[in-house]
């Protein structure tokens, strides 16, 4: 159970512009605080620090994952007219020392020139894994790690409502040192049950299972700002939830780049991206498991509401067929007619994971290039038949891909699948999964989701061979033209450390794509 050990807090802006009020709810065990606000980037930039906060201290509601915690006003800022747009963390700290971390994005304000490209922080995806207060959309985290409930158990008690009025915990926010990856560093050896990320690093954090997979600090969209700072390209921050703010977040911009784990889209932010790239918008989806689950927000911004496989049982909005496309489920289920698909190309349905346990544990954690013709490849020196990533590791995590065929010309084509476009580009491929092999004699370390749900998804009805099929999938490297824009799909997640590791096709391949579509670093 969460207790007052230390200043917890949360804001009541997911962004603002300069200008704005942020106000902060606060509870303490000892007071005066102290807030720091800084800029994280390739450089920890202080901007502004309040001392002598008076805090008090407050219960936390058996509910507070659900409705929140309630607090009253601890204190407020104003978003400074020179504070640059980005991610900006908020740490407060008591008289002992304790500290707790939250964040507000600093977007460019309406009178401000904007930059060819905007960076999408994946905030409804932090919302969904965030477990203070008892649960996230996955378990009951609280009771899993306080031995309460087995794995199974606690996956039952994953909630379909989840409030943003709450702190995070700070081991999936701010994970300290050098937080693992989630992939299996080498491919297994004969007979060994396969481990993801670092074990000793997580009993000694006291990790979650759901630890690695959301927020900024230390981890993907991170990770990229660090390279692209660096590299000199130029670019704005904004949210998932600013679509739910303002309907035109993306007027004045050229690109649009999606790096971090970008699982969670409303069908605001859905339909406005879709619509811009068709405009003649370019997407740069440097990721994986992308806009995978709809969500929706109520109680004006306050709550997240996030059914996934049981929207068709659970949420109230499916019933009745005037509101059931504001209800939550996959993407991808007919009720929608809006598969993610048909603007990125590919989907997690038809990927899955690789080298996560015994998902692909063996594999390759690369790319085989097959198209060394494409765009994309000019200048890398490579072709057909190489792999690359491999000594990073790059393919892990979760991937999104597409049903494969190969052509007369012996190279992949996209095959039938749910908003598949026809005109898709194949460029690499690796396999993926979407769950461990049920012959396996190891404990699964990776649960699946709904099978039932996702063969009548994808296949129309349940049967063995549909549920084979749904096991083999690929992770997928490919653009397409969509409308009068273009996107280009990195296809996994873990792209970013690719550019990190400083991988000379992955950096070549990224700056290509940034070529194309505008972006050029400073000179």
């Known amino acids: 159970m969460n207790t007052i050990d230390r ?12 200008g704005e009020t942020v106000t902060l709810f606060a509870s303490a065990p000892t007071s005066p605080c102290t807030l720091t606000i800084s800029r994280i980037g390739k450089e920890v930039t202080q901007v502004a620090r309040f001392e002598n906060l008076t805090i008090g201290a407050h219960p936390i509601p058996e509910d507070a994952d659900r409705n929140g915690c309630g607090w009253p006003e601890a204190t407020t800022f104003e978003i400074g007219a020179d504070w640059a747009t980005g991610y900006y963390d908020l740490t407060l700290e008591d008289p002992d020392g304790n500290v707790s971390q939250h964040f507000v994005c600093v977007r460019k304000g309406s009178e401000q020139p904007k930059a060819k490209a905007v960076l999408i922080l994946a905030t409804n995806t932090y ?17 899993l790690m306080s031995g309460q409930a087995s794995p199974e158990a606690s996956r039952e008690g994953a909630i379909g409502r989840l409030s943003r ?28 049950m396969a481990m993801p990320g670092d074990m000793e690093w997580a009993m000694q954090q006291k990790a979650s299972p759901y630890d690695g997979s959301a927020c ?70 440097l ?5 995978y689950w709809k969500i929706r927000w109520e109680e004006g911004g306050r709550t997240m509401v996030s059914h996934k496989m049981k929207g068709e049982e659970n949420d109230p909005m499916w019933p009745a067929p005037e509101t059931r496309k504001e209800a939550t489920h996959l993407w991808s289920h007919d009720a929608f007619d809006a598969p993610e698909a048909r603007f990125l190309g590919l989907s997690f349905l038809y990927g899955g994971y690789h080298r996560l346990a015994m998902c692909a544990g063996r594999g390759s954690a690369a790319y085989t290039i097959y198209d060394d013709t494409h765009w994309a490849l000019e200048g ?14 790059l393919i892990g995590y979760e991937n999104d891909g597409c049903p494969i065929q190969f052509g007369e ?12 476009p026809e005109n898709l580009e194949i460029i690499g491929m690796t396999p993926a999964t979407l769950a461990e092999p049920e012959r396996s004699p190891y404990p699964k370390m990776v649960p699946m989701e709904g099978e039932d749900v996702l063969v009548r998804v994808t296949a129309g009805e349940d049967t063995p061979a549909a549920r084979a099929r749904l096991m083999r999938g690929h992770a997928v490297m490919a653009s397409f033209k969509c409308g009068k824009g273009e996107v280009f799909n990195g ?32 000179a």
């Open 127 to 143: 919302s969904a894994y965030n477990y203070w207060g008892g649960s996230n959309a996955y378990a009951d985290v609280e009771a």
């Open 380 to 393: 890398t020196d490579l072709y057909y038949g190489d792999v690359i990533g491999a000594d990073v590791p």
């Open 287 to 291: 990721s994986g498991n992308t806009c």
């Open 165 to 192: 009025m709450r702190p995070y915990p700070q081991v999936l926010f701010s994970p300290p040192g050098a937080p693992p990856r989630l992939i299996n560093y080498a491919p297994r050896a004969v007979g060994q």
């Open 409 to 420: 010309d012996g190279l992949p084509k996209p095959g039938k699948g749910i908003g598949i």
């Open 491 to 522: 296809g996994t997640t873990e792209w970013v450390h690719g550019l990190a590791a400083r991988d000379p096709f992955v950096e070549k391949i990224t700056k290509n794509v940034f070529a194309r579509f505008g972006l050029h670093p400073a």
């Open 7 to 18: 200043p917890w807090f949360y804001p009541d802006k997911v962004s603002a512009e300069p």
């Open 216 to 285: 900024f600090l230390r981890k993907w969209e991170h990770v990229f700002a660090i390279w692209a700072e660096e590299a000199g390209y130029d670019f704005d921050y904004l949210t998932d939830f600013d679509f739910e703010r303002n309907a035109d977040a993306l007027d004045g911009y050229q690109t649009v780049l999606i790096v971090g784990h970008s699982e969670y889209w409303s069908g605001n932010q859905r339909f406005a991206i879709e619509a811009f790239v068709n405009a003649g918008g370019n997407l740069a989806c």
